[in-house]
């Protein structure tokens, strides 16, 4: 290149350079934003929608995303931005028009619904800049709500008057006759029967405890309800419509449910593939279906989660169960073919515990079935999460066992999650026991306290409760303490120390004292038990006419004793059980080389069954029976010491401790064998609430030759009553009516009582 190129490629270039320098102009700092012209809309409220700030270079096309933004929240008729220049950068200035407010609302022709019940359902408001779209909402809305009140008619529209930015809204309402569903009618039903349809429609028609008001949304549903229900009966082809028709006067509506059932489906030929590790059979014990059976899409379901619940169990975490259908319309049959990938066996690497701010991961640790290198298993996960539960520390309980990567192929976590639940309770108050007559309460209770956590004494698993009640006919005084791990092992300790007094009819009772215990497991369902008591008992104020069974207890004895026990127990949750059984038998010694100043032997057992009658209710059997004697230097076994049957907590329906023995004034003396049955069906109606229906049985005998066949004079009741669970503790409200009252008892009988769970 010559030097006259050179010299003409030097210039293009610093012509270039120059051109971009001086095309370059200063960044315009925004240094303030200013609203204009706004008189409804708040200053804060439009600034807050723009991305244009004080500070920020300005840009024009964030202005200009500004101006549309403010446009879009419907609040403006006109929106408009300026920039001036000031010191040092530049000032934005935002000039709206403001759409016309709404000074008044009119209602006319409401005559069943107040006008201020209207106004509350509408989101549109007065003073407030008017917005159509949100009122056209409103309409639907009270439209709604007049169906709610059974005026499914009723016609709703509306009027907008706007005078110098001042807008009124005139609502005219025709409400019209409220109509109530009056017939509910099926058609095409030929092999499900209506009384059942009538059970899965949430529609109602009008009757003692429905309403009948017809609501457009939940007929809607109940179209849904019916085909589900009928596709769970094999009714694969069902069709379902609504139609809907009025008396004259369109006071009264009829439904009718227009039904074409098609064929019912049933299931045709199982297979199965993919499984190694099980025989045929094995794995077909494990499906609710089977061949020939009425096809149920839901029992499919349930059929899958078995077989992948059935590789669980045998480790095989990572199983999958897919199942291929076929359906057959000439022959009314679905073919099932199960595939099975069965994967691998799955040991458990590490234990997570997450979720747990105030517990220690040893109190969860101690509670698991599973742990490092154990091969997964259904059984001992399910027990793991039951055992947490019972230990009311927790309201969620959740494992994790998807597959992560670990440290070899076959090893996979287990996560587990809790959600703590308050396990600390202070609670004070005063009511009224069928038992205790007017009772007043201050209860402390740590279910989950820790004695070496110095900073919040919470955590470790151990219980601590003290209580102090105080009544009419009752004082008592309580400290109790439990350690269910001592000193690092499965062994449970604990002590309770009391002082109660008790006013009975014709004489006062007095104990103070208390016992120590220690337990232990003994496999996952089994516990043994030792505890030693010791404690004074006082007799005083003993009427004239008292019976001479408790005159002979008058004055203050020392028991010592010691009571071994053995439990079974296999509930499903110790809280609220639905099934499983409690079973526990104790014998305990008194005085003899424990010396003491009575002299007896006491057996007891009690034993409890629960069954699941539906999802919602359960059925309890429980029968409790005893026998007491005395031997030694002890004559006769002391009132104390024996059993009283009879109110709220034996055999409802009778008079507290008034089955079974008397004296010669007619007072109770109670007796050395005791017997009761009760069975009890208890109905969850809503959280924490229960109805029971309940039959009781039983007596007490004073000595062992009346337990005879021909003398057992078993008393009986039957009842009902509810159950609530309270903050303060759980009460239990029961009527029952007495079956073989005495002579001059009343047979029926209100029993209240309220206590706390511990």
Request: with cysteine; charged share 30%.
């Amino acid at each position: 290149m010559n030097k006259r190129g050179r010299i003409f490629i030097f210039i293009v270039l610093f012509i270039c350079f120059c051109s971009t320098v001086f095309a370059q102009q200063p960044e315009r700092i925004v240094r303030k934003i200013v609203v204009e012209n706004n008189k409804v809309v708040s200053e804060h409220t439009i600034v807050s929608q723009l991305k244009t700030k004080e500070g920020l270079a300005l840009s024009t096309s964030t202005l200009s995303d500004d101006i549309k933004r403010l446009y879009t929240t419907g609040l403006f008729k006109d929106v408009s931005a300026d920039v001036e220049d000031m010191e040092k950068g530049v000032k934005v200035i935002f000039r709206v028009e403001e759409k016309a407010t709404l000074k008044e609302i009119v209602f006319e022709g409401n005559r069943r619904l107040r006008t201020k019940k209207l106004l509350a359902k509408m989101q549109t408001k007065l003073d407030e800049v008017f917005d159509q779209f949100k009122l056209r909402e409103d309409i639907e809305e009270l439209k709604k709500f007049y169906a709610e009140k059974g005026y499914s008619l009723a016609d709703i529209t509306y009027k907008i008057e706007e005078i110098e930015q001042s807008v009124t809204v005139k609502i005219t309402v025709i409400e019209g006759a409220r109509v109530r569903v009056r017939k509910i009618l099926f058609k095409g039903n030929s092999i499900l029967k209506k009384g059942r349809l009538l059970k899965v429609v949430k529609t109602k028609r009008k009757g003692w405890f429905n309403s009948g008001f017809y609501k457009e949304k939940v007929l809607s549903e109940d179209t849904e309800r019916l085909i589900s229900f009928y596709r769970l009966e094999g009714f694969i082809d069902v069709n379902v419509n609504t139609l809907i028709d009025y008396n004259d006067k369109k006071s009264a509506m009829y439904i009718t449910f227009e039904i074409k059932e098609g064929k019912q489906y049933k299931v045709g030929q199982i297979s199965l593939g993919g499984y190694t590790i099980a025989e045929k059979d094995e794995l077909k014990e494990s499906l609710s279906m089977t061949e020939d059976a009425i096809y149920n899409e839901l029992k499919l379901r349930d059929d899958i989660s078995a077989l992948q619940s059935f590789y669980f169990d045998k480790g095989y975490i990572a199983s999958e169960v897919k199942v291929d259908t076929v359906l057959n319309a000439g022959e009314g049959s679905v073919d099932l073919s199960y595939g099975i990938d069965e994967g691998h066996v799955a040991y458990v690497d590490k234990v997570n515990v997450s979720g747990n701010t105030r517990t220690k991961d040893v109190v969860i640790r101690r509670e698991m079935r599973l742990f490092p290198g154990d091969k997964y298993n259904g059984d001992k996960l399910k027990r793991s999460r039951q055992r947490l539960h019972n230990l009311g520390y927790f309201e969620e309980v959740t494992f994790d066992t998807a597959e992560k990567p670990t440290t070899l192929p076959d090893k996979h976590d287990l996560d587990i999650f809790v959600k703590e639940s308050k396990t600390g309770e202070f609670s004070f108050g005063a009511g009224y026991s069928s038992v205790d007559q007017f009772i007043g309460f201050v209860d402390l209770t740590q279910r989950n306290f820790d004695l070496f956590n110095l900073s919040s004494f919470t955590g470790g698993g151990q219980r601590l409760r003290m209580r102090m009640e105080f009544g009419s006919d009752r004082k008592d005084y309580e400290l109790g303490f439990v350690e269910p791990w001592f000193l690092g092992y499965p062994l449970t300790m604990g002590f309770n120390i009391y002082n109660r007094t008790r006013d009975w009819e014709k004489y006062d009772e007095r104990r103070i004292g208390g016992n120590l215990f220690l337990g232990k497991e003994f496999g996952e369902y089994w516990n043994g038990k030792v505890s030693y008591r010791y404690e004074g008992v006082r007799i005083s104020n003993i009427l004239e006419d008292a019976s001479a069974d408790i005159k002979l207890e008058k004055g203050k004895n020392y028991i010592s004793s010691v009571t071994s026990e053995v439990m079974h127990d296999t509930r499903d949750n110790v809280f609220n059980p639905t099934t499983g059984i409690y079973s526990m038998l104790s014998c305990e010694v008194g005085g003899g080389v424990l010396e003491g100043d009575k002299d007896f032997v006491k057996y007891y057992t009690k034993n409890c069954r629960y069954f699941p009658a539906t999802e919602k209710a359960v059925l309890e059997f429980k029968g409790r029976a005893g026998y007491v004697e005395s031997y030694s230097n002890t004559a006769v076994v002391p009132i104390y010491e024996r059993f009283y049957v009879g109110g709220a907590n034996t055999i409802r329906g009778y008079k507290e401790r008034r089955v079974g023995p008397e004296g010669e004034f007619g007072d109770p003396i109670g007796g050395r064998i005791m017997f009761v049955f009760n069975a009890e069906y208890t109905y969850n109606l809503a959280k924490n609430l229960k109805w029971a229906f309940f039959y009781d049985n039983g007596n007490v005998w004073r000595r062992p030759s009346e337990f005879k066949w021909d003398t057992l004079k078993l008393k009986s009741s039957i009842g009902t009553g509810m159950r609530v669970k309270t903050p303060l503790g759980p009460i239990r409200l029961d009527y029952g009516y007495a079956l073989n009252p005495k002579e001059g008892d009343s047979r029926g009988r209100f029993h209240f009582t309220m206590s706390q769970e511990f």
